[in-house]
């Protein structure tokens, strides 16, 4: 195994790296590597099914060769004392990866004096840090004219209570379904008392529970 005669994946890609390079007569030792990745034991064995056990690396998608490729990264760096600059890790990644990004890095770089610095735009991410240890750059205009902590504590915090007390959003949910609800609610669409009531019943079928449902209930309450 390579592995054992390399006391790092780094010093294992270094030595390929070389091999891989064209000498005077534009010809390499290394012309081509095929990368196979072994699945890990899924929670539900029932989906295992008719699943290779090895993957290719040109099988998988672009978000998924790009987590592999930053969560390996990390692996290769074993120097003490160094600032690693990470910017925006989570780009590509669903909602499922962004939970891990922290976690991973904090398991991979446990028990290393480096220091990691991070801009992101996910508000899943810093629910993994607390807020001493965030820095909020606001701008005004084109330009970034200054910088602040969070209002609130973020770690743990729910991703949602970020995204409007961090992010600056107005409300969590999408800006589609907030328009509807509000141009409803205000009878913008000048909907008579009836049709005001059918339409509400059937948003009210739709929207999930929370504070949106309960103002279309008090509505409909009016409206009786």
Same mark, same amino acid.
């Given at each position: &195994?390579?592995?054992?005669?390399?006391?790092?994946?780094?010093?294992?890609?270094?030595?390929?790296?070389?091999?891989?390079?064209?000498?005077?007569?534009?010809?390499?030792?290394?012309?081509?590597?095929?990368?196979?990745?072994?699945?890990?034991?899924? @929670?539900?064995?029932?989906?295992?099914?008719?699943?290779?056990?090895?993957?290719?690396?040109?099988?998988?998608?672009?978000?998924?060769?790009?987590?592999?490729?930053?969560?390996?990264?990390?692996?290769?760096?074993?120097?003490?004392?160094?600032?690693?600059?990470? @910017?925006?890790?989570?780009?590509?990644?669903?909602?499922?990866?962004?939970?891990?990004?922290? =976690?991973?890095?904090?398991?991979?770089?446990?028990?290393?004096?480096?220091?990691?610095?991070?801009?992101?735009?996910?508000?899943?991410?810093?629910?993994?840090?607390?807020?001493?240890?965030? &820095?909020?750059?606001?701008? =005004?205009?084109?330009?970034?004219?200054?910088?602040?902590?969070?209002?609130?504590?973020?770690?743990?915090?729910?991703?949602? @209570?970020? &995204?409007?007390?961090?992010?600056?959003?107005?409300?969590?949910?999408?800006?589609?379904?907030? =328009?509807?609800?509000?141009?409803?609610?205000?009878?913008?669409? =000048?909907?008579?008392?009836?049709?005001?009531?059918?339409?509400?019943?059937?948003?009210?079928?739709?929207?999930?529970?929370?504070?949106?449902?309960?103002?279309?209930?008090?509505?409909?309450?009016?409206?009786?």
């Amino acid at each position: &195994m390579l592995g054992d005669v390399y006391y790092s994946g780094f010093e294992l890609f270094k030595t390929l790296s070389q091999l891989a390079k064209p000498d005077k007569n534009n010809q390499s030792v290394l012309q081509s590597v095929n990368l196979f990745l072994e699945r890990s034991i899924s @929670d539900h064995p029932e989906t295992e099914l008719d699943q290779p056990l090895l993957h290719l690396l040109d099988w998988l998608s672009d978000g998924e060769k790009s987590f592999l490729g930053r969560m390996c990264l990390l692996t290769l760096l074993e120097t003490d004392e160094a600032l690693i600059l990470l @910017d925006e890790p989570e780009v590509h990644f669903n909602d499922f990866w962004k939970r891990q990004i922290v =976690n991973l890095i904090d398991i991979n770089l446990k028990n290393r004096q480096s220091h990691i610095l991070i801009s992101t735009h996910s508000s899943i991410t810093l629910t993994d840090v607390p807020k001493e240890n965030i &820095m909020v750059l606001d701008r =005004n205009g084109n330009y970034t004219n200054k910088s602040l902590k969070p209002s609130m504590n973020t770690f743990a915090a729910d991703p949602s @209570d970020i &995204m409007v007390h961090v992010f600056g959003s107005p409300y969590p949910s999408g800006e589609l379904s907030i =328009n509807r609800l509000e141009n409803e609610l205000e009878n913008k669409f =000048n909907r008579s008392p009836q049709e005001r009531k059918e339409t509400l019943e059937n948003l009210k079928d739709v929207v999930a529970s929370g504070y949106w449902r309960f103002v279309i209930r008090q509505e409909l309450q009016t409206l009786k």
